[in-house]
Every structure is written in structure tokens, then in C-alpha cells.
């Protein structure tokens, strides 16, 4: 019954309940494109920065990931096989990684040399897409190796050059060997464009003098978000000595980004929607100074203040939950378009690198549940909180000035 | 009045080292296995918790300068080889034939394997300039002298002590301390013996002290000072000559 009156009483000035109605919609469902859009940001450089270098999620030996430790291998051949039968595990990429000195024709520099089995690495990141010149590395790679751009400048080499590469090996005798460039590329993290090599796994299996042994096994899983779950479900099942690390321990800025995500999204939701509830605060004032007579008669002939609030705030409740309903809507609608279509930027912008991810010069949303109701729900809430004051001041009316008054 | 200053400072700065110039001391000590000139047979043994591996070398040198060392043996690396001149290090690798100049963000790395770095070979021999140094104490035995850098001085280290035999004027122990004070490496010196007139610790041993149980043994089998080198010796197509 009370519903049905605050329900009738909402529709009597149409007028300017679908203006203050229309002003909910567009925020909340405007709101919900922008955290789309935002998301979708996050998640092109969550994607640039794992899948660039590091995985989803990587084992090694315990420690290794702090001080990459030559001696910190991993011997069991096997393993890369069992994790990618996981059914989690898109696939898995052995590694071996060695530091040292890699030179050209007269220039040396310092270098990361990665020996990786190129048909695995290449479904677990996205390195060897990135070539600017020359060919992927082949699957028997020989000697070959895929060489940083920045490095590749330095060094004055492009493919078909010779390097020469030296380091301490495990035996301590001095591993040095001649590399020839089969291409390179170019990743605009320039952290890995002017210091890693891509080589053969074996090749530097056999330099370091550690056969058949890698430092690391990366990863690719289904859902990149998830990875810190399935990082805790694998730990329990490996060897002891392994662990495992999401990519929020490899890149903790990463990690810091997405908190940061997470709270600026909190303040710009909290910046709109306090304009937004001053806007309903103002139309149910006016409202209830409007109807003051009425209140007075509806508390003349017996109706209890209390009720009279209970219907104010029904009435607000009300415009609330339609507003979400299409907003919700709406904003809904719109993200899936952005996910679906999205808009290219690049003829304005260029990539930025930041966090070690890389923003891509696109709009593009990405659906995240928080992204909706985490806006429809404090819609909600500064909706209610919006009427509860002029619900108050109607409900503390007195009936006979009430009634008086004109 | 300008020339009695001038006076006052010459007389005053003798007296200034207790008689003894510390600079002068350390400058021996540091370029102890030169001499004018010299050429040596040596052993280095690196012992480090994964493998322990001994190298048979021959060096030689001119001045503080010029250094050229080349590995005879183990067979695998023999030919291997570094050359330094002033402040530039090469390195020879026979296996690739390939010269390699060490560029200067590598400088810190370990020189054959070992505990001894690349910067210990160059600036080594420029400690007695780049550093300041005191007496710390003195006892019948030894004397103990403090470097420390001098302000606009490039230098690895923040401290070095020196412990240094009177009699013989050989040093018995270097420390070496980082930015922060610690000391983070150790070099004893034993095996004195007397070469052409002076005397000379044969054995080196090198402790990091942040790798506990790992060392660098150097030892010199065969020592002479006062060859017939010309700095022409020095180059880098000699380096490749194996």
C-alpha cells in the first residue's frame, strides 16, 4: 500500500523525476564505460608485462627469483611436461638464464642471455612476436639468437652478424662461445630491448656446462587474474625446494598498479556520485517543500510520522532502483560494445610504458563484475542517503502549521 | 717573507709522515710484483662451494702500467689472455679468436674466474694516488696505515688497511672495506722471499668475506725482475699469440 502511494506520488511531477531519474542513469552507466575502459587499459598492460617476459607464473628453485643464482636449477626434465598438463596451464616454457658479456665487432656490453626452446616460449610470451628484423628463432636454433633492438644499435649488429658471449660457467672454467643473429626485436620495455638475448636452450645448456638442466619454467594460464590461486594449488604439489610466483611477486609495481587501479577507481566513483546525490538531495527537497500541505493533512487525519518518512524514502528507493536498473543497463550495453568494437588511437598517441607494462594506444574495455555493482551499489547508498533528510524534515512537520502554510 | 713560507713548508713537510711517507710505503706494496719490469710463472687456485679449479699462468709487466697474463694451462682454456695498458683491460679468447675490450659497467666482474675483478687490475695500481693515508698504529713488528680516498678520487673502495712488516717492508694483510665501512674482502700474503734484492710475499690469498669458504690462491712459481721489455710487448697482437 505504502509502495504503491510513494510509486503514485514519484509520477506526479513527471517532469522532474525523469530529469533527476535521467542524471542517474547517465552517471552511473557513463561510470560503468569508464571502469570498463579503465579496465581494459589495466588489462593490456598486465598483458604487455607478464606475457612480454615473465609468464603468468613461474617455478624455480626457492630463492632463485632474488638472486638469480647460476646453481639454482632445476634437473628435473619432466616437470615442464606435468605442469602442462594442468588443465589451468596453457602451456609451459623452459628456461635457462645466464648474465655476461656480449660482443660485437668492437663494442662489448653487458647482456641477458635467456636459452629458451622457441615452439614452448612462444605460446608462453610474447617476445618472439616483437621482431623488427630477421627471423624468429628456429626450433633447432643452433647458435642463433634474437637480440634486443637497443642492444642490437649498440653492439652495431643486425641479423647475420657474429657475437661472441663470455661468462663464468658452472665449472668455473670460461664458457665463450660465437653467437650469429637471426633477428630482433623490439618490445618498448626498453629495460629487455637493450639487454636480453634470446638463445637456444641447449646451446646455452652447453656453455654454462649444465646439461639438461633450466632455472626456471614459465608459464601461460587461462585466466591471468587467477594466477596468484593456482600459484598457491601448484605449491602444494611440487618437489620440495621449488616455488612457484604469480606474476605479482615478479612484478610487485605491477601488483602496485593494480591496487592503485583499485582506489582511483574508488575516488572517481565517489567524486561523481557526490555530485549526483546532491542533485537527488535537491529535487526530493523541493519536493517535500512542495507537498508540505499535503503532509500536514496525510498527519492531520492519522497518519504517524514515521510513515510518513517510510514513504519518502520508499519514493526515493524507488527512483534508485529504476535509475540502476537502466544504468546498469545502459552501462552494460556500452562496455560490451568498447570490449567488442573499441577505438584506435594510434594515429594520435604512442605506446607508454609504465610499471613495467606497456598501455596500448586503443580504447578498449574489458567486463569486470566489480565494474557494475560496486557503482549500482553506491548509487544505492548516496540515493538513500539523499532522501533521508528531507524524509526527516517531512516527518518532524507539525499538521496545523503544516496545513497553514501556502 | 713569501720565500721564508716557502722555507717553513719545505722543512715542515718531511716531518709530516713520522719520517716514514706512507705513500711512498704503500706504492711498494702495491707495485711489489712489477719492478721496472718482471715476468712470472704463476698458479692461481679458486676455490669457490661449487668447484675448485687451478690455472697455471705466465705474466708479464713494465711499469705499473702495462700487464699481460696468459693461461698455459688447463688445456681447454690455454691461449686465454688479458692485456692492460693505463686504464683499459682486454681480454683474448683463443676458442672464438676474438679480442674483447672489458667495457666499464663490467669492470667489477671477476678477472679468470676468480676473486680478483677486472678493477683490481687497473686500479690497483693507482691506489697510492687516488687515496689519503694515516697511521693507525705501530707496533715492533708492523705498521698498520688507514687510505682513505681522496674527495674527487673514482674509487671502489671506502676504506684499506694495510698491515705492513717493518723489517722487510712486505705486507702481511690487506682489508678492504665498502662505502658502508664493512670489510668485505681480505688479502694475506705469506712465502717471503728475496728477489733480486728486495723481498717479495710469493703467495697471495683473497677472501670475500661475504662468500665465506671461498678463496683466490696466487701463487708465483717463478719471479724476475729487470727484463728486456719494450711497452711494443704490450699490444693486442701479441695478446693473441698463443
Known sequence: MLIAIAYRNLWRNRRRTLLTLSAMVVSSSLLILALGVFSGMLEDMLASATEQYHGHLVVSKSGYQDNHDLYATIRDEKLPVMLENRPEVVAASPRLRAYGLLSGRDISRPAELLGIDPEREEKVTTLMAHLVAGRPLPSAAGNGALIGSGLARRLGVGPGDQLVFVTGAADGSIGNDLLRVTGIFSTGDSGHDNGLVLVGLPWLQQLLVLPGQVHEIAMRVNDPMAAAGIADRLAAELPPGLDVFDWGDLLPEMREAVASFDVSRMIVVLILYAATGLGILNTFFMAVMERTREFGILMAIGMRPRTVRAMVLLETLQLGLLALLLGGAIGLLMTWLMQRFGIDLSGQITPVTYAGGTILPRLHAAFDPVNVWMPCGLLLVVCMVAGYLPARRAAKLQPVAAIREE | ?242
Not at chain 2, 704463476?42 to 662451494?49: A, F, G, H, K, L
Not at chain 2, 690455454?78 to 683463443?94: D, H, I, S
Open chain 2, 1 to 242: 717573507m713569501r720565500y721564508f713560507v716557502i722555507l717553513l713548508l719545505l722543512f715542515c713537510a718531511p716531518a709530516y709522515g713520522f719520517g716514514l711517507d706512507l705513500r711512498q710505503l704503500v706504492r711498494g706494496v702495491e707495485d711489489q710484483y712489477m719492478g721496472a719490469s718482471s715476468t712470472a710463472r704463476m698458479t692461481m687456485r679458486v676455490s669457490t662451494v661449487h668447484w675448485q679449479r687451478s690455472t697455471e699462468m705466465d705474466a708479464w709487466s713494465l711499469g705499473r702500467n702495462h700487464f699481460l697474463v696468459r693461461i698455459r694451462e688447463p688445456a681447454r682454456e690455454r691461449g686465454v689472455a688479458t692485456l692492460k695498458v693505463g686504464r683499459e683491460v682486454w681480454n683474448y679468447l683463443p676458442k672464438v679468436d676474438r679480442t674483447i675490450k672489458i667495457p666499464p659497467s663490467m669492470m667489477g666482474g671477476a678477472w679468470m674466474g676468480s676473486h680478483i675483478t677486472n678493477n683490481d687490475l687497473v686500479k690497483a695500481a693507482h691506489v697510492d694516488e687516488d687515496y689519503d693515508f694515516t697511521l693507525l698504529s705501530e707496533d715492533e713488528i708492523s705498521w698498520t696505515v688507514e687510505g682513505t680516498p681522496k674527495p674527487d678520487a673514482a674509487v671502489i673502495w671506502g676504506k684499506i688497511i694495510y698491515h705492513i712488516e717493518k723489517q722487510r717492508r712486505v705486507p702481511q694483510q690487506i682489508s678492504y672495506f665498502d662505502e658502508d665501512m664493512i670489510e668485505v674482502r681480505r688479502i694475506s700474503f705469506d712465502r717471503v722471499k728475496k728477489i733480486d734484492g728486495r723481498f717479495i710475499p710469493l703467495r697471495m690469498s683473497v677472501h670475500p668475506l661475504e662468500k665465506p669458504g671461498e678463496k683466490t690462491i696466487l701463487e708465483y712459481r717463478e719471479l724476475d725482475f729487470n727484463m728486456d721489455l719494450t711497452p711494443a710487448f704490450f699490444s693486442l697482437r701479441n695478446l693473441k699469440r698463443h
